[in-house]
């Protein structure tokens, strides 16, 4: 496919490294973006290997139809990663799976492509959504929530210290002339921002918390974790790389609260552990980051963390 903007995949070897491929296993990438991630996935799948993608954006899918049409051990669906388990139900697949790969956040042609509405560097329409034919576009939302709330969005998604003051801002602004473009909306959430950060965009924060609510992130994360697990077969791998702390929170806590299993809330009497209260993730080493080579090559992997666990019943 000719596209005008690419992705570099971040963490390529180390995420199908940790998925500890079995050549005729069964894959879901969960966030197939351009299909880095997946394409190294099918060199170390054999002839009856699966590999299930997944992806909400229309370009992704434009490009995984095309993997799609010279792999036959390929797939791709374009839904939310939170209902893979449904969708794998469907195929008959549900916890038949070896491995699953989120690799969360948006990719570069997302942000680098104006017309899509995420970049507060480039101009573009007020969009943001993976999916434009899902949910509401950025205008109309910055055109119709109160001020309160889109100051809850912008300080809980995007950690904004100045979120209250930023939202009166725009608000403020809205009533004179609505917004359509991204670079209208930057210049005014930058104005209102006292305390630039060196090397960020003033509006960097508020955006971030603005994508996240439009495209339901955290939530999607949460339920597409759970979903994940019960995808997997035993043994099956499950590996995600965050962009940012409120993601990698909730895989974090995630991962410890199904690797410390429930035995420690046992009565201590109990002679036995009754099999329930077993872990059900194990954690799999350290968080893994990208290194000098890959930073140099690929700035935007600076942020990444990968977190792998395996499960065990
Ligand atoms: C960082 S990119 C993935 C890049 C991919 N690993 C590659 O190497 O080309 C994230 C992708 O996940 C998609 N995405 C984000 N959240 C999603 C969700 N809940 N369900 C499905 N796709 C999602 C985005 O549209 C984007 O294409």
Same mark, same amino acid.
């Given at each position: 496919?000719?596209? !005008?903007?690419?992705?570099?995949?971040?963490?390529?070897?180390?995420?199908?490294?940790?998925?500890?491929?079995?050549?005729?296993?069964?894959?879901?990438?969960?966030? $197939?973006?351009?299909?880095?991630? @997946?394409?190294?996935?099918?060199?170390?799948? *054999?002839?009856?290997?699966?590999?299930?993608?997944? *992806?909400?954006?229309?370009?992704?899918?434009?490009?995984?139809?095309?993997? !799609? /049409? !010279?792999?036959? +051990?390929? #797939?791709? &669906?374009?839904? #939310?990663?939170?209902?893979?388990?449904?969708?794998? !139900?469907?195929?008959?697949?549900?916890?038949?799976?070896?491995?699953?790969?989120?690799?969360?956040?948006? #990719?570069?042609? /997302?942000?680098?492509?104006?017309?899509?509405?995420?970049?507060?560097?480039?101009?573009?329409?007020?969009?943001?959504?993976?999916?434009?034919?899902?949910?509401? @576009?950025?205008?109309?939302?910055? %055109?119709?929530?109160?001020?309160?709330?889109? %100051?809850?969005?912008?300080?809980?998604?995007?950690?904004?210290? $100045?979120?209250?003051?930023?939202?009166?801002?725009?608000?403020?602004?809205? /009533?004179?002339?609505? $917004?359509? +473009?991204?670079?209208?909306?930057?210049?005014?959430?930058?104005?209102?921002?006292?305390?630039?950060?060196?090397?960020?965009?003033?509006?960097?924060?508020?955006?971030?918390?603005?994508?996240?609510?439009?495209?339901?992130?955290?939530? *999607?994360?949460?339920?597409?974790?759970?979903?994940?697990?019960? #995808?997997?077969? &035993?043994?099956?791998?499950?590996?995600?790389?965050?962009?940012?702390?409120?993601? *990698?929170?909730?895989?974090?806590?995630?991962?410890?609260?199904?690797?410390?299993?429930?035995?420690?809330?046992?009565?201590?009497?109990?002679?036995?552990?009754?099999?329930?209260?077993?872990?059900?993730?194990?954690?799999?080493?350290?968080?893994?980051?990208?290194?000098?080579?890959?930073?140099?090559?690929?700035?935007?992997?600076?942020?990444?963390?990968?977190?792998?666990?395996?499960?065990?019943?």
């Amino acid at each position: 496919m000719s596209e !005008q903007f690419s992705h570099i995949t971040v963490l390529l070897d180390e995420a199908v490294n940790a998925l500890a491929m079995r050549p005729a296993g069964c894959y879901v990438d969960g966030t $197939f973006g351009r299909g880095g991630h @997946s394409r190294l996935i099918l060199k170390q799948l *054999d002839e009856s290997g699966r590999l299930l993608g997944f *992806d909400k954006d229309p370009l992704a899918i434009a490009t995984g139809l095309e993997l !799609q /049409q !010279q792999d036959p +051990r390929f #797939s791709i &669906v374009q839904r #939310s990663f939170a209902e893979m388990d449904a969708e794998l !139900q469907q195929r008959q697949l549900l916890t038949a799976v070896d491995g699953v790969l989120l690799d969360l956040g948006v #990719s570069s042609p /997302q942000l680098d492509d104006a017309e899509r509405g995420f970049s507060f560097m480039h101009d573009g329409p007020l969009d943001m959504r993976m999916n434009p034919a899902e949910g509401i @576009s950025a205008a109309q939302w910055v %055109a119709e929530v109160s001020a309160e709330e889109m %100051a809850r969005v912008f300080k809980e998604y995007g950690e904004e210290r $100045f979120a209250k003051r930023m939202a009166n801002a725009v608000v403020a602004r809205r /009533q004179l002339q609505p $917004f359509t +473009r991204t670079a209208d909306l930057a210049a005014v959430l930058t104005e209102a921002n006292p305390a630039w950060e060196k090397g960020k965009n003033p509006a960097t924060r508020a955006f971030q918390g603005m994508r996240i609510h439009l495209n339901n992130e955290l939530a *999607d994360l949460e339920q597409g974790l759970e979903a994940a697990l019960a #995808s997997l077969k &035993v043994g099956g791998r499950l590996v995600v790389i965050s962009f940012h702390s409120l993601e *990698d929170r909730i895989v974090k806590q995630f991962m410890r609260r199904l690797a410390k299993g429930e035995a420690d809330q046992m009565p201590r009497h109990l002679p036995i552990i009754p099999e329930k209260f077993d872990p059900i993730l194990k954690v799999i080493g350290k968080p893994q980051y990208a290194g000098a080579d890959e930073l140099k090559a690929n700035p935007r992997a600076r942020s990444a963390v990968m977190r792998v666990a395996e499960k065990l019943r």
